[in-house]
């Protein structure tokens, strides 16, 4: 074989081999799904965090509305002289709760700390420790002591909302059965009212 067929041969693989390349680089009837593959998951892990941070702040702030407008009804007496019990209050918060709320899962404590103005340094207004049972429900005792006029109330709303987990360590959860505590808390003083004293 002499040197030119040699070159020849030589100069016709590189050749092809030039141009298995550029064919292969200007092929991209696979690019897309290859880059859709690479991006979907973050796309996807952040459009589901989007949505879950979005649906706890609609949660909270809706059971800070319903807080409020049960506060009132206790801050005028409305529930005292109703006589209305801890589930019957309950209850009668569940229409001002519309959206991602199951009324069963709501928890009311209802503290009353004293007649003083300086009793409402006493309030405790921190987040209780949930107890379980084996079946995963809620097992602590939960105080409904509305007072009279001018009694200090403590109101603490609580409701176990379910999370789903959250990609790039978003995590939502503050419960150890995977939920979120959603609660809100209202101090004050009951106004003077026709009905109960103090």
């Given amino acids: 074989m002499d040197a030119r067929y040699r070159g020849d041969v030589v100069l016709r693989m590189a050749g092809s081999s030039r141009k298995l390349l550029v064919s292969f680089v200007a092929n ?3 690019a897309i799904a290859l880059e859709f593959a690479l991006l979907a998951a973050p796309f996807f892990a952040i459009l589901i965090a989007i949505f ?3 649906a706890v702040y609609v949660a909270e702030n809706e059971l ?3 807080t ?9 007496g409305q529930v005292q002289n109703a006589g209305l019990t801890a589930s019957q209050f309950a209850a009668s ?4 709760l519309h959206a991602l709320f199951s009324c069963s899962g709501l928890m009311v404590d209802l503290e009353n700390v004293g007649a003083n103005a300086a009793d409402f340094a006493s309030a405790n207004v921190s987040a209780p420790t949930l107890t379980y049972n084996a079946q995963g429900q809620v097992t602590n005792n939960w105080n409904f002591l509305a007072g009279g006029a001018g009694s200090i109330l403590v109101l603490r709303v609580m409701y ?3 999370v789903i987990l959250g990609g790039f360590g978003l995590k939502l959860a503050n419960l150890p059965n995977g939920d979120h505590l959603l609660m809100t808390t209202s101090v004050f003083e009951v106004e003077p009212y026709n009905g109960l004293g103090t």
């Fill in 160 to 162: 176990q909302l379910p």
């Fill in 52 to 54: 879950q941070v979005g």
């Fill in 68 to 76: 409020e407008m049960a506060a009132r009804q206790l801050l005028t």
């Fill in 28 to 30: 991209v009837r696979g």
């Fill in 93 to 96: 918060m569940c229409p001002n």
């Fill in 64 to 66: 800070e509305t319903a």
